[in-house]
């Protein structure tokens, strides 16, 4: 029986917009001072890995990545519209591209994941096998099951590419509380049991320093991952 | 079942972060290369064949869209394709229908300017062209004069968020075709340096 489903019955749970370039040498020279003009925009930035050409540093609203070709800004508490996590990444962004001097963007991406929980793992399969988004059906594929528990598509042309991925999965966290906290619970144990949906939504065409903004780029981006992924749901 | 041990109080190792290094940005099929990083002029991207994205497919319209930057690309499509009629009708020689089409054009103006939040490259040019308009007092523009302005919003059209130095170069090339971008007033205030 078909379980009917929209995005807006997920949850956006992490948001990652990177950019790429040709390899930028000035990174030897020059991390610290975007470190040095991030730092105000936000809150409690520290450094949690620097090497010369790859530094992260993590603040409470996400994780920053700077390497030679690339550079990129997580968070798992985005807005759900990415206005507000557009703005900080074009804090970030706005300062690599003038520290490292980039001209040119040879792949801009933004991906998101989306979770909704189910019971058990059982569920959530089988809202991902009512999506039907395989035209496979019985028998039992390569000895192993007749339906696949993850879905992936990938859509590119010479502009853009987009690759969709559905998975049926079940994890969990396990938080080891250190001893001098000396807590009743030493250890905190959570299941999750959920359909995943992963869309990392790219450009292909080299992109100029001129054509693009994060805080428009990103919630534009936003809008057209819902709109195709809610009409994929919904067919 | 994935498991994950996380330690005190290193929240980046939860399991989502996990799922994501697992499949890698680097995803397979991505074409980063041959793109060779060297544009500086038009769209051609110099010593490979490819081209810069189209801005239309950066930028895709979205119903329910209230972004500055869509609205101002849907404006200057309006305005590209004004100049171009007024540009043949100019070439025609037939001047009012020409002035007619620039008319038009110049009533676009506010609502380009209205949207100038996009930057400061961008206000720069849609103000020196309202100034080269006003500063026309009636007379039609040339040829010449509509094929500048017309290239230099299509320039823009295709690069919105052009740096304030950027812009200037394309404010230098309306002054070129000997349009006169600074606002009426400002010579009076300025003066006349030989007067001292």
């Known amino acids: 029986m078909p379980i009917p489903l929209a995005l807006t019955d997920f949850k956006m749970t992490q948001a990652t917009c990177e950019v790429r370039y040709e390899d930028a040498y000035l990174i030897y020279d020059r991390t610290g001072h975007v470190f040095h003009e991030i730092r105000g925009s936000f809150t409690d930035l520290k450094v949690i890995n620097a090497s010369p050409p790859q530094t992260s540093f993590r603040c409470d609203e996400g994780t920053f990545a700077l390497e030679v070709g690339q550079c990129r800004f997580t968070s798992q508490k985005a807005d759900t519209k990415l206005e507000v996590y557009a703005g900080q990444c074009k804090r970030f962004f706005d300062s690599v591209v003038g520290n490292l001097d980039i001209k040119v963007f040879t792949r801009i991406g933004l991906r998101v994941l989306f979770r909704k929980d189910f019971d058990d793992l059982q569920h959530a399969e089988t809202a991902l096998n009512s999506l039907q988004l395989a035209n496979l059906g019985p028998p039992e594929r390569f000895g192993i099951a007749s339906n696949p528990e993850e879905v992936l598509f990938r859509w590119q042309n010479q502009q853009l590419g987009t690759t969709l991925r559905f998975k049926a999965e079940s994890g969990k966290i396990e938080i080891v509380l250190p001893p001098e906290l000396e807590a009743d619970k030493p250890e905190i144990q959570k299941s999750f049991n959920g359909l995943v949906i992963d869309i990392d939504y790219y450009t292909v065409a080299p992109v100029e320093r001129s054509q693009w903004d994060a805080s428009a780029w990103i919630p534009q981006s936003l809008r057209t991952i819902k709109k195709h992924t809610d009409a994929i749901l919904s067919r | ?196």
Request: charged letters at 25%; hydrophobic letters at 40%; one cysteine or more.
């Open chain 2, 1 to 196: 079942m994935t498991e994950t041990l996380i330690e005190f109080p290193k929240r980046e190792a939860a399991t989502r972060q996990n799922v994501v290094q697992d499949t890698t940005f680097r995803l397979p099929g991505t074409q980063v290369g041959p793109h060779s990083a060297a544009v500086k002029t038009g769209q051609a991207v110099q010593g490979s064949q490819a081209l810069t994205i189209e801005i239309d497919k950066l930028y895709p319209a979205t119903e329910g869209s209230a972004s500055d930057l869509i609205r101002a690309l849907g404006l200057l499509a309006d305005a590209i394709e004004l100049l171009e009629k007024a540009r043949a009708a100019a070439r025609n020689k037939e001047i009012v229908t020409s002035d007619r089409y620039t008319q038009r054009f110049k009533a676009l103006l506010a609502d380009l300017f209205g949207c100038r939040r996009i930057g400061d490259g961008y206000g720069v040019i849609i103000n020196s062209l309202h100034f080269a308009l006003v500063n026309q007092h009636g007379e039609p523009l040339s040829f010449e004069h509509l094929t500048t302005a017309w290239r230099v919003l299509k320039g823009l059209r295709n690069r919105p968020f052009v740096s304030f130095d950027e812009a200037m170069e394309s404010v230098g090339e309306l002054e070129a075709s000997n349009l006169k971008v600074d606002p009426v007033v400002l010579p009076e205030l300025v003066g006349d340096p030989e007067d001292e």
